[in-house]
């Protein structure tokens, strides 16, 4: 199937255009039900910024490939939607680990020219202590990060202005970061524990720009049952909110309370 992002030329099944509970499940389909079904890998793979941007990431993530290639449509197809409207934005992500997710979102950003800049936080030295009750990972887990060299990295690839890495745990962090920055575009909530991602997303629910995307990367994850639990018991339950996408991961939209649609 040809990339219908290009073409304009959507299968006929897929809804028409127009919003459903908050969402647009044309939107929605046309990224996941493309990506599982429709070929859409293949045209991601061959796309020269994807490529390019991958490329400076290498070794740096394991992130799954879908759900970075799910991230670069977001990025190529729907941001340029919501920038004119909110103005300079910013990415943030909530658990980078060795950096490479962070990388590959600011190397995009760079070479669509978009006004975004990322901010990736982490402690850097292993996660935080976790609820044995629910999560899977432990004290520690991801240690193995040399935050220097990877900053170093970050400058010799030229995202400098692009990129900026924030160490320390989220509460003492991220507060200072988003009363900081321009309006989120992007969360993307990566940090597998329960605490982690139900802190993320109280901390930036509010900071977003309207309509933006929140991305939960771990809880699809068999091994993140406690990222899964924060998004059922915040976001779906006490917000009300409809996810856009469940595959390859949770996405959702996040709008001001006096948005009707």
């Known amino acids: 199937m040809p990339n219908y992002f290009e073409s304009g030329d959507y299968p006929a ?25 429709g070929g859409l890998r293949d045209a991601v793979r061959a796309d020269p910024i994807y490529v390019a941007a ?6 740096r993530t394991i992130q799954a490939s879908d759900c970075r290639m799910n991230l670069f ?32 979102l600011a190397a995009v950003c760079a070479r669509l020219n978009l006004d975004a800049r ?14 044995k009750s629910i999560d899977a990972h432990f004290a520690g887990n991801f240690s193995d990060v040399d935050l220097a060299e990877l900053r170093s990295h970050v400058a010799a690839c030229g995202l400098a202005q692009r990129l900026e890495f924030i160490q320390g745990v989220f509460p003492d962090t991220a507060p200072r970061v988003l009363e900081s920055v321009p309006p989120v ?74 948005a009707h649609l």
């Open 13 to 37: 099944f897929f809804p028409g255009p127009g919003w459903r509970k908050g969402r647009s499940p044309r939107d929605g389909y046309a990224r996941a039900w493309g990506l599982e079904y």
């Open 54 to 59: 991958l490329s400076l990431a290498a070794g």
């Open 73 to 104: 449509l977001l990025l190529k197809y729907f941001l340029p939607q919501l920038v004119p409207q909110s103005g300079p934005g910013s990415i943030v992500e909530f658990g980078s680990y060795r950096g490479g997710s962070a990388i590959f």
């Open 118 to 131: 990322v901010f990736g936080l982490d402690t850097f030295t292993g996660m935080p202590p976790t609820d």
């Open 185 to 258: 575009l992007v969360a993307h909530i990566d940090c597998d524990a329960y605490a982690a991602v139900a802190y993320a997303w109280e901390i930036v629910k509010p900071r977003m720009a309207p309509g933006g995307y929140v991305v939960f990367d771990d809880a699809q994850s068999a091994g993140c049952l406690g990222a899964t639990e924060a998004v059922e018991e915040f976001l779906i339950r006490r917000d009300g909110l409809h996810c856009e996408q469940i595959w390859p991961h949770f996405v959702f939209r996040v709008w001001p309370a006096t």
